[in-house]
């Protein structure tokens, strides 16, 4: 078995331009949580099925784990570091604060994300289309509703 050469992508993160060296079927979460230190990703299933590692792409969520990082080369990637800061966090950040929609905090990564997909979509959702929005993202805690509530108050915002 030969080893393959690592190449140097230049992608755009948080608003960044940042060049990274893996081979082009390395997984970009493994590229944002080993390479750049980002930690908003996380591992959970590997197979695109949990939505732990949601990232935007494009203002659309998408798989980190399942991506190449070769296919990240001309998109904007947006993390849970880039929604928002500290000082300034995104409006669905705050709502998921004030509705204390985290429990654990594993799957809270995929769900902002995915919360804010439909947001940048879809301004003004009802329950429902936040449910459905949300319905692929796994939580074992059970903060659901919780969840939808928090993305119900950040409508519009």
């Known amino acids: 078995m030969t080893a393959t050469t ?3 992508f ?3 993160v948080n608003g ?7 081979t082009p079927d390395t997984p970009l979460l493994y590229v944002l949580r080993d390479q750049l230190s980002l930690k908003g990703p996380r591992f959970g299933c ?3 099925q949990c939505g ?3 990232v935007l792409v494009d203002g659309s969520a998408r798989r980190s784990c399942v991506m190449p990082v070769a296919s990240a080369t001309h998109v904007k990637i947006t993390t849970l570091e880039g929604m928002g800061t500290p000082s300034a966090p995104d409006p669905l ?10 429990q654990c905090g594993y799957c809270i990564n995929g769900m902002l994300i995915a919360a804010r997909s439909l947001l940048n979509a879809n301004p003004h959702p009802d329950e ?8 692929s993202n796994l939580c074992r805690c059970g903060t659901h509703m919780r969840i939808v ?9």
């Not at 950040?93 to 985290?102: H, M, N, P, S």
């Not at 509530?149 to 915002?157: D, E, F, H, P, S």
């Open 6 to 8: 690592p190449d140097e």
């Open 52 to 54: 732990a590692c949601s």
């Open 128 to 135: 429902a289309q936040i449910k459905d929005a949300l319905a």
């Open 16 to 22: 960044q331009s940042v060049r990274v060296r893996a």
């Open 10 to 12: 230049t992608l755009h």
């Open 93 to 102: 950040q705050t709502a998921f604060i004030d509705e204390q929609a985290v």
């Open 149 to 157: 509530r928090a993305t119900l108050k950040a409508r519009g915002a």
């Open 46 to 48: 590997g197979l695109g």
